[in-house]
């Protein structure tokens, strides 16, 4: 299959994503309550230093600063006119911060506004992901990226404007709890089957998993999603269960043990593999390490 500029035979050619975002914004200074993209503008040195972070540590695939970039969440800040502004910078950094040969998916989430209560309608959420991905696009992203979803229906029109309207590839990834029947499912109660059906008819090209209850957990939800053999399989899992301290969250597997679940994930057939809360770029030199020999 073809992604962005890139032939791809996720078979035999597995990828690596980046790791996560808030807490190297953090690192940096980014104060809680901030708006993180934002940063995009005002300390734009930063966000491009986290995207040659990760590409340095071995990154095929690096986000961009957006992820709450859409017009309801920025709104929040006073900042729903600048949209288009963010989104763009956001877009350039990270291309400019991991260089050639590297993909850069524009990341979008979630608006926090519910369907089911009426808090937004399905035209609403189409055109505040369309104005989105269509300025992500605008910056030279290669794909957008759906991610942290826990709706089936909001991601679902979220994908289906990313793709209708960029025509770029998209991928859709949900946040998923282990149930007490051994299922996996959102804290909407949409199964993981259901998502990846849902993401596939809106368009997207590949799907998986993100977030969540740590990369341990993940394994075997990844089984389950390479076995549906519906749509190439992402997964990009948090490093462990989160503990709250004196010093804020802390996530306490380290980069070894993070790397030694890549393997099985591999062997399931998971074509992308990255970190999200928790992993350093530390932890995406381990994982290529591992990609590495896997290879061999």
Not at 124 to 149: H, N, P, R, S
Not at 151 to 171: C, F, N, Q, R, S
Not at 241 to 257: H, I, K, S, W
Request: hydrophobic share 40%; glycine share 10%; aromatic share 6%.
């Amino acid at each position: 299959m073809k992604l962005g500029s890139m032939e791809w035979d996720y078979k035999n050619n597995p990828l690596l994503a980046d790791g996560a975002w808030g807490t190297e914004l953090i690192k940096r200074g980014l104060e809680q309550g901030n708006c993180p993209e934002e940063w995009n503008v005002i300390r734009p040195d930063d966000v491009k230093a986290i995207a040659e972070a990760y590409a340095k540590a071995g990154s095929n695939i690096v986000l961009t600063n957006t992820f709450g970039g859409n017009r309801i969440k920025l709104e929040h800040y006073g900042f729903a006119d600048r949209v288009r502004e963010f989104n763009i910078a956001g877009a350039e950094l990270s291309k400019a911060g991991a260089g050639e040969g590297v993909l850069i998916a524009g990341d979008i989430s979630s608006t926090g506004k519910m369907l089911v209560m009426g808090e937004v309608t399905s035209e609403q959420l189409y055109q505040v992901y369309a104005e989105q991905t269509l300025a992500l696009k605008e910056g030279g992203v290669d794909l957008i990226l759906v991610e942290t979803m826990t709706d089936m229906d909001e991601m679902a029109i979220a994908v289906k404007a990313a793709a209708t309207e960029t025509g770029l590839p998209v991928i859709s990834s949900m946040t998923y709890e282990k149930m007490k029947d051994g299922t996996y499912r959102t804290i909407m109660g949409n199964t993981a089957e259901a998502c990846v059906r849902a993401a596939a008819e809106a368009g997207a090209v590949i799907a998986g998993a993100n977030c969540g209850s740590g990369i341990n957990e993940y394994v075997e939800l990844a089984k389950t999603l390479c076995e549906l053999n519906i749509l190439p399989v992402w997964i990009k899992a948090n490093a462990g269960l989160p503990e709250m301290t004196e010093n804020g969250v802390v996530y306490r597997m380290n980069t070894a043990d993070f790397a030694s679940y890549i393997p099985e994930l591999l062997d399931a057939g998971v074509a992308v593999v990255g970190g999200c809360c928790g992993t350093t770029p530390e932890f995406i030199k381990e994982v290529k390490s591992v990609l590495e020999k896997h290879a061999k």
